[in-house]
């Protein structure tokens, strides 16, 4: 599939509702939420309040990208909060299993993630485990960095291993993302492309997610 889940990171928060009113008339199909704890990342994002405002206001599923130590403590709550997928980082935990677990038993769709400096083989294991794996393009912690080319060659070899095993696990790529590599992302296998300021940029958002779609 072709998805687009732009981050709300990089919204205008003094005007979060009409932002999020623009997505939920967008093509876009998920709304990105990057939680930041300053911990794993140098970097706050935001937590519960931004995520009860989305709850409420947003029509679209939520996709919870968690870039903190110890998701076990908040990943329920997260599910609790409207998440419709949770994610969090493989190289943040020592096993991810009872993890994916916790999120699994609240019905929510579970993500392993790894940052650009992590290993891609370390998150082959994991593939029929779990409903999508994010490999970051940027190491996390900040919207708008430059796309680290050598995710290609992350992305074909995970995306060469769901095809041999015939899995349905989704990947999704995350940082960086614009009109200069959305098409050859999503040819090279890419089923979500998450996009913040390549989307809250634009002087036309609704025209970018199109664009960054076709
Ligand atoms: C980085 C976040 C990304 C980021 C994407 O830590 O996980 O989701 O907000 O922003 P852009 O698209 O500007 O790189
Ligand atoms: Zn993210």
């Known amino acids: 599939m072709r998805y687009i889940a732009p981050s709300i990171l990089s919204a205008d928060f003094a005007r979060l509702g009409e932002q999020v009113d623009m997505l939920n008339r967008s093509d ?5 939420v990057d939680v930041m704890d300053g911990v794993f990342v140098p970097n ?3 937590g519960f309040p931004i995520m009860q405002v989305l709850q409420r206001t947003a029509k679209k599923p939520l996709d919870v990208h968690l870039m903190i130590t110890h998701p076990e403590r908040y990943v329920e709550r997260f599910a609790d909060a409207g998440a419709y997928s949770v994610g969090f980082h493989l190289e943040a935990v020592d096993d991810p299993m009872p993890i994916l677990d916790l999120i699994r038993a609240k019905g929510v769709r579970t993500c392993l993630t790894i940052n650009p400096d992590i ?18 393009s940027v190491f996390a912690g900040f919207g708008g960095q430059k796309f680290i080319e050598t995710t290609f060659d992350k992305l074909r070899i ?7 095993r015939g899995l349905n696990t989704l990947v999704e790529i995350d ?11 999503f040819d090279a296998g890419a089923d979500v492309l998450v996009a913040g300021s390549a989307v809250f940029g634009a002087t036309d958002p609704i025209e970018e997610i199109k664009i960054l779609k076709s």
């Open 175 to 185: 940082g960086g993302v614009g009109r200069q590599n959305a098409a050859r992302l």
């Open 158 to 164: 995970v995306h060469d291993e769901i095809v041999r």
């Open 119 to 136: 290993d891609v083989n370390r998150l082959l294991p994991y593939l029929d485990k779990v409903d999508m794996v994010l490999l970051m």
């Open 28 to 32: 876009a199909e998920w709304i990105h």
């Open 44 to 46: 706050i994002s935001f």
